[in-house]
């Protein structure tokens, strides 16, 4: 018996038929070669009765027993993806001492403090919207059914289909009507999208960029159903949704912070606004790419095994030391050709400043740096080259050294470093203390690094790259995340490690210290001059003004503000709609004709306390009077939040207004005094 298929209207069809009808309904939806591309199985597909048949062999025995029940009994309780949420019972209502407060403070936390953090606000849980992220097509088996009974879907808001195998696929659009699905899902206003990728990298990177640039609004409460039978990329993509460093931790961080962002703007103001002018990185190329070779130094455990080795060979190889690292190297008289950092804590401007006191050869290194560091860094180093960071609120606001940016430039220096190299003309790179993680946890890093930096809590146990447990944390699992990207995009990219660590997918594991293995790799090699390397890189001043960068970046903020107030207000409930108009205010790149690099500014700098605010409101949406309480704080909160930036851009002007040229007496303390 063929099982036969009742559409919302029309006359009954065969599976064949029902096939063939959303083919060609696919075929007018996403064109002829993206069907071809989703579909492109040669499997005969046959369902007779309840058994579904591919190739004639028998895959289910009951579909309606092994897919639906299953199914069903998840979409009543799914597993979450969650942020976590803040609240506060010691809330500041004086602008000036929370300014002062989050000038140059990690402390994420004071811009917490707000109205909408309060804990009547932050206890609550929306159970009115729920977004469900259906992993394998036979999920869609359950969810058919349920939309067709009257209510049962009332509290849905969004449905994604994800899928990578298009035999899967096949046999779930020889069951149901896809046409008549999404019809049904549009009338019930819940958004319908799906994602179809073999590939498990392209795969996760299309679910990341949908989730985290389309709909990260969803991120709220991602409740995620799959089929009991995953091939080995859903399993994969499953895993990484609930990984450490998965869909959740990697958005979190991309956010940025706000504090961060406003610091960041205050440093690079400075570093630009000063007479003197710095170089700005800028790509090259080398001449014989087989002879030269860059290392990339790490401060992980391993790098104390390998300075012997180092201090043999370092005159053969140009060497990049990330961060802390270089205290390592110079300590061991092996002087580094760049120094490369990215951090704009100040703890790293004390560090540095002690450190050259110690060792006066670290200012002839020349230093490769975020133009959003400590503007008390630059004057240490005789050479200065700024690169810009992609996702940061200084990056857009002095659009004009564009050409600078690297292509993750984090979350580490190590990052930084690599890419540095990249971009420099090396292809073929050698990683030591590259670990991301320690096989003791009470030796998280080189003893002779700088000490005085981030602590590492290794609590994450993971395989290493010699097939043993390594212990790591989220935060280097997101550095191993981001080298495996670059080095995927940039494929001529050749990396290398000795040392264990962390697994890294795009790099080979050897031993350098073996003496037969580094014979052959020292073999040939010969260092490249670095004044050769930087003879792209551009001197240049600034082409605006400071102050006018500054004075047009507060008018783009206070239009921000006012918009998302306005939008935020015009609402009368939660819904789809709702959730993609507020991706304009949340998306890092420039959206329509009509915006200005300082709007993309001044929504960089808002978007991480925004998104927190929205997620508590979305979380006070299941009546409409609470959602009207929550809209009420939110636009308060918005407006704190714009006083208190507000409040350290003026004090920073007006530090400019009667500082030298140069800026050298530049400090946080003066800043601070200023703000009143």
Known sequence: MVIMLKAMSGPSLSNEQIYIKN????????????????????????????????????????????????ATQQILNPRNVRYAKYSSNEQSNDLNNIARSIFYSENEDLLKTITLSDKSFVLKENQCNLNYTCVGSMTLLALDELIKVPGAVDNINTLTLIES??????????????????????????????????????????????????????L?????????????TLIALDSWIFSESGIGYRYFMSLGFTTDEINSIVNGSINYGRKS???????????????SEAIVVGSGPSLDKHIDWLVKNCNKFTIFASGSSVKALLKNSILCDFLVINERDEIVYDTLKEFNNEYSKLSEIPL?????????????????????RPKSSLCTLYSEYSYSILASSGPEAVNC??????????????????????????????????KDVASRELNLPVMGNYGRTVFSQPSLLMVRDSIDSFAT???????????????????KTIDILNKGISKNYVTGKQKVNSEVLLRHCITKNNTRDTKEKLSEYKMALTNYCENIISTVGAEVNWNIAFERTLTRYLCDSVKGENETFYDLTARRTMRYCVYHMLHTMFDNANSSEEFKNAKKEFAGSIKQIEGIILII???????????????NDWSPKIIKKLMV
């Open 23 to 70: 083919y060609s309904w696919l075929t007018k939806a996403l064109g002829e070669g993206e069907c071809r591309r989703i579909l492109n199985s040669e499997s005969e597909i046959r369902v007779d009765d309840e058994k579904i048949y591919v190739s004639g062999k028998r895959v289910y025995e009951n579909f309606r027993k092994e897919i639906i029940l299953p």
């Open 165 to 218: 195998d298009t035999e899967n696929l096949k046999i779930l659009l020889n069951i149901i009507d896809i046409e008549v699905f999404i019809n049904m899902c549009a009338e019930s206003q819940i958004g319908f999208h799906m994602i179809v990728e073999r590939e498990k990298d392209i795969l996760i990177e299309k679910v990341f960029k949908y989730y985290t640039e389309v709909m990260p609004c969803q």
């Open 220 to 232: 709220f409460r991602l409740s995620v159903i799959k089929e009991e039978r995953l091939n080995p």
């Open 277 to 291: 002018t710095y170089k700005h990185l800028r790509g090259g190329s080398i001449d014989d790419n087989k002879a």
């Open 368 to 388: 490769i740096c975020s133009d959003t560091v400590d503007p008390r860094i630059p004057p240490l180093f005789n050479q200065v080259i700024f690169f810009q």
């Open 417 to 450: 470093s690599l890419e540095t190299a990249y971009i420099l003309g090396f292809k073929n790179i050698l990683m030591l203390g590259c670990d991301f993680g320690a096989t003791e946890r009470a030796y998280p890093r080189s003893k002779d690094a700088l």
């Open 489 to 507: 995009v940039f494929s001529d990219l050749k990396l290398t490690r000795s040392g264990e660590g962390v697994v890294l997918n795009k790099c």
């Open 649 to 663: 851009l003026k004090a920073v002007e007006k530090y400019m207004e009667h500082s030298e040229p140069e800026m």
